[in-house]
């Protein structure tokens, strides 16, 4: 699949309703919940990388449901 900057994910993608970002200042892939929009905001240095970020948030789904 082709993932793009600001592309929100159903939740059967990874667990969680979720968004995808790119922050050239981010040195490596994270993941913070946005409390007011109710979703997972995934985080890549760069577009390459969203691939690699959404196969990290499945791994980290369930931590992602408790919070």
Do not use: C, H
Request: net charge positive; charged share 30%; glycine share 4%.
């Amino acid at each position: 699949m082709q993932y793009r900057n600001d592309q929100r994910l159903p939740p059967e993608a990874v667990g969680v309703p979720a968004r995808l970002s790119v922050n050239p200042r981010a040195r490596r892939l994270s993941i913070r919940i946005d409390g007011r929009a109710g979703e997972a905001v995934l985080v890549a240095p760069s577009e390459r990388k969203l691939a690699e970020v959404v196969a990290f948030a499945r791994t980290k789904s369930a931590w992602m449901r408790e919070r």
